[in-house]
């Protein structure tokens, strides 16, 4: 440990980025992770002491929340290839070192247990986010292409297609405008990460035979 760092990037509301945490094989997992920032104080708001601390849910025995467990911590990036935040959230991805080639910028983490709780039938557990080293490792201009964001947007939904506590007609509806978003708005690499969610899930053909089940 380093002692207490500030985070690379500015974060605000909840940042999506990808967690990687060592496993006890000794590889580093590679999920996604929701960084929730603490609320923001109003102009009228008096100072409230120490800022509050970043957040992160884990839901369900993910290797994410195993390996917190373990290690008590592991390293936040901040990915700009969305390919790599797919492989992130919908598969299981090993790699041996823990910062990835499309990271711009990255956070060793330590980790607390603060909260945790059930929803619909799933465990979830809250935890406090302390980054103890960090690096920026490219700076460019800020950019905002839909393409990229429906990506993200597509992984959550493609996530909850198997869970019963949400509707399958309406994340199928959902991926189905996220994929006409990404076919005018993307590039190359935001349509090849679009594919690969079809690719993993099969939403396309599920789609297909609920339309052919209900006429």
Not at 6 to 27: D, F, H, I, Q, Y
Not at 82 to 96: G, K, N, S
Not at 108 to 125: A, K, M, N, P, R
Not at 203 to 215: D, Q, T
């Amino acid at each position: 440990m380093t002692g207490v760092q500030e985070w690379p990037v500015e974060l605000r509301g909840v940042t999506e980025s990808v967690v990687a945490t060592l496993g006890p094989n000794g590889r580093w997992n590679m999920a996604a992770l929701g960084l929730h920032a603490p609320d923001e104080p109003s102009e009228s708001d008096e100072p409230s002491g120490p800022e509050q601390p970043v957040t992160a849910t884990t839901w369900g025995n993910t290797r994410t929340r195993r390996n917190f467990h373990r290690q008590g911590g592991g390293v936040v990036q901040f990915v700009s290839d969305p390919r790599d935040f797919v492989a992130a959230a919908m598969t299981i991805r090993e790699a041996d070192a823990p910062v990835l080639n499309s990271a711009d910028a990255w956070a060793e983490i330590e980790v607390e247990l603060v909260e945790s709780g059930e929803d619909g039938g799933t465990e979830w557990e809250r935890w406090e986010l302390r980054p103890v080293d960090s690096a920026v490792e490219h700076t460019r201009p800020f950019t905002i292409n839909r393409g990229f964001g429906a990506v993200i947007d597509a992984t959550v939904a493609a996530s909850r297609l198997d869970v019963p506590a949400f509707d399958t007609d309406e994340l199928l509806a959902r991926l189905a405008y996220f994929e006409e978003t990404v076919e005018k708005c993307g590039g190359a690499i935001d349509r090849e990460a679009f594919e690969r969610i079809d690719e993993i899930t099969g939403w396309r053909e599920r789609a297909a035979e609920r339309r052919n089940e209900s006429f």
